[in-house]
């Protein structure tokens, strides 16, 4: 993919710099609460499904369009908590017969998922970046013009 991921409208409606006249289609409406995972999901991964779902759905970013995405990060996230356990057990190097000290390789499988997991936090907004760059926007979908004077 080339160039920087667009940002969402909701992300420029909190920040001010939406433009109607910019706009492709009328933004998404976010789901109303928690969603039943998708029923291949791992035990581990349904559990992931719960926190995060419940999370992306009170901070009205999770939309039917999102569903495929949030269990992408739930994924991720099982996958790194498997490869630190992995880890754990494993150490991060091995002997080989020769003598030789190797790195494991499921330490660049963790670096790699955690890119990734990393990755999907950020596309609903849920690193401490990613919140610093959104208003907090109220009831009525926008933000409180007297919290910039008053705190």
């Known amino acids: 993919m080339r160039g920087r991921v667009a940002t969402p409208a909701e992300v420029k409606r909190a920040r001010g710099t939406l433009r109607k006249s910019r706009e492709k289609a009328a933004p998404e ?4 609460g ?3 995972p998708p029923a291949h999901l791992s035990k581990e991964e349904k559990a992931l499904w719960k926190v995060f779902c419940t999370l992306a ?10 569903l495929h995405t949030l269990e992408r990060l739930c994924g991720c996230a099982a996958e790194v908590r498997h490869l630190h356990a992995a880890i754990a ?7 080989t ?3 030789l000290i190797k790195a494991n390789p499921a330490v660049a499988m963790l670096a790699d998922a955690d890119r990734r997991l990393l ?3 950020t596309h609903f907004g849920m690193t401490p970046a990613a ?3 959104v208003a907090v926007l109220g009831k009525d979908g ?10």
């Open 142 to 151: 926008h933000a409180n013009p007297e919290e910039e004077f008053f705190n």
């Open 34 to 36: 928690y969603q039943a």
């Open 89 to 95: 057990v494993q150490g991060h190097t091995y002997q």
């Open 131 to 133: 919140r610093s760059k």
């Open 57 to 66: 759905a009170e901070m009205r970013v999770l939309t039917e369009a999102d």
């Open 29 to 32: 409406l976010p789901v109303s």
């Open 97 to 99: 017969e020769t003598g």
């Open 119 to 121: 990755a999907y936090l």
